[in-house]
């Protein structure tokens, strides 16, 4: 939900730092490729038991995750540029839950396996409604120029940042924390389908 707000704040200053970047040289996949080592770094501190040291990259990973967009808008925007974005996204998403359950297995892993889930099917809800706006040429620029459509949700990339920021901050209430995100992104699947379901039935 809170996506298309976020863009309107960080997207001049991001789109500003991609021009600086692009013009030493640097290209969006080298970006990309940084943010997601940054994310594994979190990972690591977090299944090391220091998810507060975790904050740093994670919050770096997430800024290089809105850079890369921004150097491929001064340079050149490819294909396979958004289908790496989108496949590192997805990855970073499923890292940090995992490392919790790492950290703590015996407290977090029901809670960790059902967070997952939701991801996995969210995921699946969101690139498949991609895939039919594109078949039937529907454009949305609502969370910002993408390589793909993004629909929108309870749930979105703001929301899951500022979740595994509180996560960090929480530890100790994982698994908690956990069942109402997941609850949440069942929700917004489920939404997204029936949303589908009355746009793209013949």
């Known amino acids: 939900m809170l996506d298309r707000y976020a863009r309107r704040l960080i997207?001049?200053?991001?789109?500003?730092?991609?021009?600086?970047?692009?013009?030493?040289?640097?290209?969006?996949?080298?970006?990309?490729?940084l943010g997601l080592a940054l994310g594994g770094v979190a990972a690591i501190c977090?299944?090391?038991?220091?998810?507060?040291?975790?904050?740093?990259?994670?919050?770096?990973?997430?800024?290089?995750?809105?850079?890369?967009?921004?150097?491929?808008?001064a340079?050149?925007?490819?294909?396979?540029?958004?289908?790496?974005?989108?496949?590192?996204?997805?990855?970073?998403?499923?890292?940090?839950?995992?490392?919790?359950?790492w950290m703590s297995p015996d407290a977090n892993g029901a809670a960790g396996a059902f967070l997952l889930t939701s991801f996995y099917f969210n995921g699946a809800t969101f690139l498949g409604y991609a895939i039919l706006a594109e078949k039937h040429g529907h454009k949305t620029e609502a969370q910002?120029?993408?390589s793909l459509y993004y629909s929108n949700g309870i749930l979105e990339g703001t929301e899951t940042i500022l979740f595994f920021v509180l996560l960090c901050l929480l530890p100790e209430h994982f698994a908690l924390l956990?069942?109402?995100?997941?609850?949440?992104?069942?929700?917004?699947?489920?939404?997204?389908?029936?949303?589908a379901k009355q746009i793209y039935t013949q």
């Open 11 to 33: 997207d001049p200053p991001l789109d500003q730092f991609g021009r600086m970047i692009s013009a030493r040289g640097i290209s969006a996949d080298a970006v990309t490729y």
């Open 46 to 73: 977090i299944a090391c038991g220091m998810p507060g040291l975790a904050l740093w990259p994670l919050l770096l990973s997430r800024l290089a995750d809105g850079l890369d967009g921004a150097v491929a808008r």
């Open 75 to 101: 340079s050149q925007k490819t294909d396979f540029g958004g289908f790496l974005d989108i496949s590192v996204d997805f990855l970073f998403y499923g890292l940090i839950p995992m490392a919790f359950v």
């Open 144 to 146: 910002g120029q993408k």
């Open 178 to 195: 956990a069942w109402i995100f997941g609850a949440l992104c069942f929700a917004t699947a489920t939404l997204r389908l029936f949303a």
